[in-house]
């Protein structure tokens, strides 16, 4: 059988089949093509774009490294501040700019007392007057002269000053406290000497003056009148017993004092020592006891005008801040908690010494206010030397000198001496 000749549209009809299909294998070629190009393209973009993330975390990193180094410096230098600022002597207070406290070391807490002190007192309003200022020209720039404020039982000195930062803009104050107050009571002590050594020496002036005028109108060929001339001599006696008294000070707070070292016995000198107070204490109408024990192992190495001179100043104190019919008693004796000491105690009933004058009295010139207890000033003569010269001479002896007070009940003075014991030679 034959075959059918195909005809000519079949012909172009498997022609078109073939391109059809080999159309849709190109576009299925070049369709893997292109999403292989753009699986490429994405997958680039995406390593590109994590390695900018990189990067940038890595420029983070390096940033942060060096953050931490300059915060990690500069809490070194911040410690390193902190702990010079609490251990120097100066009290240190930082404000900022609106006044608020953000730094006090502790010496300031120490001469404050409290924080409460500090706003209730001068310190506290010292920011408000300098609160506005001229740019700052240094790092610290001084605001106003210091002052001297009273804190409680302190005197105080403060300075003020404007700190800048690194663009000269003012960010706070630092306000540094000194504690004044022995410079503050020496000056007090300085203007109370003047005043009390120009009574002192016109005590006895007065006298000889009046005495001297007397006997130069005395007529020619008469007989001097002898009381004046006495009252000169006595007079004369005071201004030469102050005159030593201020050279023998004079050794004192030089460092150029010393004491002879006699062989002295205690009892002796005790009792000369009220004798020659016996006419004051009977004018104060006061009355004296002495009790000694162990009499005659109360001897001692020392030097007698001394000696005599600091126990003297103190049955003066106890005279002279004692109303009457008031007593005294001076005990002395082994110290039977140490037998190579003797003790020598001065109790008096008198109007005491208060709380704020005890840490001061055994300080040169230093003059305490002492009142009965009915208010009544006591102010007797003196130039506040007594019970410095009292300690001074004491501890040139190798002893000790304390006092025991409380306000309007009295006074207990205990002085410490070493003993001197004599070899006892075997037979």
Known sequence: MTQPIPSQSDDISAVIQRVHHLGMATENLFSRLYQSLTSKNKQAKRQAAVAEITEQVQQMARRNRRLRQMIDSRDIEVERLH???????????????????????????????????????????LFN???????????????????RVQIEDRVLGAQICAVKDSHGERIGTVMILRDVTQDALAARMKDSFVTHISHELITPLAPMRVASEILLNTPEGKTPNRKMLTMIGRNIDILDRMVREMLDMSAMT????????????????????????SGDIKDA????????????????????????????NLVRNATQYSEPDNHIVIMAGINRSNPQEITIKVVDTGVGISDEDLPNIFNLFYRGEARTES????????????????????????GSLSVESQHHQGSTFTLSLPRHQQLTLPA
Not at 129 to 147: D, Q, V, W
Not at 256 to 268: A, G, I, P, W, Y
């Open 285 to 312: 109408k006061l009355d004296i006891t002495v009790m000694l024990r162990d009499t005659e192992a109360l001897e001692i190495k020392g030097d007698d005008k001394h000696l005599t001179w600091a126990i003297g």
């Open 375 to 398: 208010g009544k000033k006591l102010d007797p003569r003196g130039l506040g030397q007594g019970l410095f010269v009292a300690k001074t001479v004491v501890e040139a002896h190798g």
């Open 254 to 277: 030089s460092g150029n004092f010393s004491v002879k070292q006699n062989t002295l016995l205690l009892e002796d000198l005790i009792w000369n020592v009220v004798n020659d107070f």
């Open 129 to 147: 007057h300098h609160r506005t200022m001229e740019p700052i020209g240094s790092e610290l720039a001084l605001l106003g002269e210091p002052k």
């Open 83 to 125: 702990g010079i600022l609490t251990h120097i002597s100066e009290g240190i207070i930082m404000q900022d700019n609106e006044g608020r406290i953000i730094m006090m070391n502790d010496t300031a807490r120490i001469l404050l007392g409290n924080q409460r002190n500090f706003w209730t007192s001068e310190l506290g309003v």
